[in-house]
Every structure is written in C-alpha cells, then in structure tokens.
C-alpha cells in the first residue's frame, strides 16, 4: 500500500479480525526518536496522550469477508508513522466509523477539535482502535464504533438502526470500515441534540457539527476515503 494509491469501496458482511502478540519493529527502531517528536507535540497540544491504539497487518478482502491481523503499540508510534509519511507499508490503519444519517437523508460529520491530532479535519464519528475493543483476541470493531459514536455525539445505540453490512474504503494505508446508522430525527433537530452534547463535555472531539446533503457540502478539509463515501452515498448506493 502507498499514500497516493486509488480509492476502493468493498461492501462486506463480515469483519474477521483477531489481535496479536506481534512486536512492531519501527516503534523499536525509531524509539528515541519517536519519544522525542512526540514529546515536542505535546508542548503544542497538552492534550496528546500516549495511550495504547491497535494497528493492522495482512488485510484480505475475499467475497463478503474483511480478514486481517492486528497487534497493540503506543499512540506516539503509530503518529510518527502517519506524520513521517508512512514509512513502514507493512501496516495499516484500520479503524471503525459510524456514518450518522438523518429521518431526512443527511449525513452528520464533526470537525475535529484544537486539542486533538487531527485538528481541523472534517470526519465521521469514529477512530482509532484500542485495547477496550478487544474481546479475548478478537477486535469488536462493531462496539468500538458504537462507543465512539456515543462518546463524540452522545448517540445511544437505541438513538440508530445499524446497517447489517459495512463498507471497507481502503485508501493507501488506511482502511476506514464504516458503518451506516439511520437517526430517527431529522437534520436539523439531530444537529441541535450532537451539539448540545458538545457543549457540555468539557473537552469535546468536535469542535462543530457539519451536515452534508449534495456534493456542494463537501469540504478540502474531509479526507479521502470520507469523500469518497460520501460521494457513492450521494449517487444512491448505500
């Protein structure tokens, strides 16, 4: 995988994803470095905490199955992979989103917060993998969307009807499966309710809350594979 390479959209039925004991030779390599770096971000944002993420290895697509191996690293290490531009492609990043969509057809999106790494970025509800996702060796990416939803938009799981399947956009080296979950709300009363949540966490995810209902609505602050999505829900495919 490379960071230039195509978009694709696999829709499957079946996530099959088990967690190992496998040691990541660039978080070893490159540890003094690392520490260094991220140490020089904190001083930027506070906030930062290395905590524990899981990241992907060997990601196999076949018929409606999404297969692959994860294993446990250091939130500083998995940065410096995605901020030096990806220099082990031996890995992935693959993570869970909730693509939250309203009684009346949009779909919600939050900005990123200051505080945060991906500050600015415009984004479903969802994120990185970590430990609280695992189930004896295997990663429940299904209820690690469900608690990042909740946490970023205060959205229960009786607030949604989930989709039985889920879309894979594999984009370089990230592979974002999300997840349609139907809100019986409209727009703007959905909009109204993430907000007030928003206000009163001290130290929200988002910042604010982006409806998106045509191609106009789009913004060079959304990444790829949320572009892309967004776009083949747009043309009717869902």
């Known amino acids: 995988m490379s960071a230039s390479a195509p978009v694709t959209i696999h829709r499957v039925t079946q996530l099959d994803l088990w967690v190992d004991d496998h040691v990541w030779p660039f978080a070893q390599t490159h540890r003094s470095k690392i520490d260094g770096y991220f140490a020089a971000r904190q001083l930027e944002q506070p906030k930062l905490w290395n905590g524990r993420v899981l990241m992907g290895r060997r990601p196999r697509f076949e018929g409606g199955l999404f297969s692959a191996d994860y294993f446990e690293t250091d939130f ?6 995605r901020e030096w531009e990806f220099p082990d492609l031996s890995v992935f990043n693959g993570f869970g989103m909730g693509v939250i969509r309203s009684s009346d057809g949009a779909i919600v999106l939050g ?3 200051a505080h945060t790494a991906n500050a600015g970025k415009v984004y479903f509800a969802g994120g990185t993998p970590d430990p609280s996702d695992v189930r004896g060796k295997r990663l429940d990416i299904p ?5 990042e939803v909740e946490e970023e938009t205060g959205l ?11 879309h894979c956009v594999e984009a370089g ?9 139907d ?4 727009a703007e009363a959905l909009q109204s309710r993430i907000e007030a949540h928003l206000a009163r966490d001290a130290h ?3 910042s604010r ?22 776009t083949m829900l747009l043309d009717g495919e869902d």
């Open 209 to 230: 809350v982006h409806l998106v209902r045509s191609e106009a609505d789009l913004l060079p602050s959304m990444p790829r594979f949320v572009t892309a999505y967004l």
């Open 143 to 147: 209820a690690s969307v469900a608690r």
């Open 183 to 186: 809100v019986y709300l409209p």
């Open 111 to 113: 900005e990123m917060g």
């Open 204 to 206: 929200p995810e988002f």
């Open 173 to 181: 080296p990230y592979v974002a499966m999300l997840r349609l979950l």
């Open 76 to 81: 500083a290490s998995f940065l410096c992979w």
């Open 156 to 166: 229960r799981r009786s607030d949604y009807r989930a989709a039985d399947h889920w």
